[in-house]
């Protein structure tokens, strides 16, 4: 779908935010997002950047075909969401995922 999104994305020859919000262990609130014109901005500051650096946890999702095709940056929310009880250090982990190239038609 992120590559779909990126042609079409592509062909107005415009700016445009295109990122995978990949959120660990919690993939359930994992999403695909674009913004353009108007809204370019729109996600500008939905994220704070992380403080520590982690690395991305390739190793749990390698055979994802494709995965290794992204760059991943860490990212934090402002406000995480942690089941009621739970500690803000032990919210889920996010990372904003973009294609280094966009591939062909397939």
């Known amino acids: 779908m992120y590559h779909s999104w990126s042609r079409q994305m592509a062909g107005f020859n415009e700016p445009f935010y295109l990122r995978i919000w990949f959120y660990h262990p919690n993939f359930i ?16 500051n939905t994220f704070e950047a992380r403080g520590e ?18 760059i991943w940056e860490p990212a934090a929310e402002s406000e995480p969401y942690c089941l009621p009880g739970q500690p803000r250090s032990q919210a889920a982990q996010v990372w904003l995922g973009r294609a280094a190239t966009i591939p062909p038609e397939l």
């Not at 650096?53 to 992204?70: I, K, W």
């Open 53 to 70: 650096r982690q690395a991305f946890p390739s190793h749990l999702y390698g055979t994802v075909p494709g995965f290794e095709d992204f």
């Open 29 to 44: 609130q994992s999403q695909i997002v674009v913004a353009f014109r108007d809204a370019l901005h729109f996600y500008d």
